[in-house]
């Protein structure tokens, strides 16, 4: 597992098995165009600008991440996807539009 800082942050753990996929996952545009839509406190998790920082998981954020997992592990799905966890409090503005009635 590793963990993603932005601008020296624990922000989200990804389980991968290695540090080229954990980049990989990092450097996904479209997963970089989430982090500066996702909000934390009503600001991007990332402004496009930050630095953006893998390195190993903690003990702790492991333990965040199986937690947060329950009953779902990551090992039962073999579509190679990578399942990522925030460390932090996120809210996508989008679902802010999309619950309101007109």
């Not at 601008?7 to 996929?21: L, M």
């Not at 893998?54 to 199986?66: M, P, Q």
Request: charged fraction near 35%.
């Amino acid at each position: 597992m590793y963990t993603l800082e932005i601008a020296g942050r624990p922000v989200a753990v990804v389980d991968v098995p290695t540090r080229d996929e954990a980049e990989a996952w990092l450097n996904d545009e479209a997963f970089q165009e989430d982090l500066m839509v996702l909000e934390h406190e009503g600001q991007p998790l990332w402004d496009g600008q930050a630095e953006l920082r893998l390195r190993a998981a903690t003990d702790e954020e492991r333990s965040v991440f199986e937690d947060s997992m329950g009953d779902n592990d990551p090992g039962d799905d073999d579509d190679g996807e990578a399942f990522v966890v925030f460390l932090v409090d996120v809210t996508d503005p989008a679902d802010d539009l999309s619950d309101r009635d007109d």
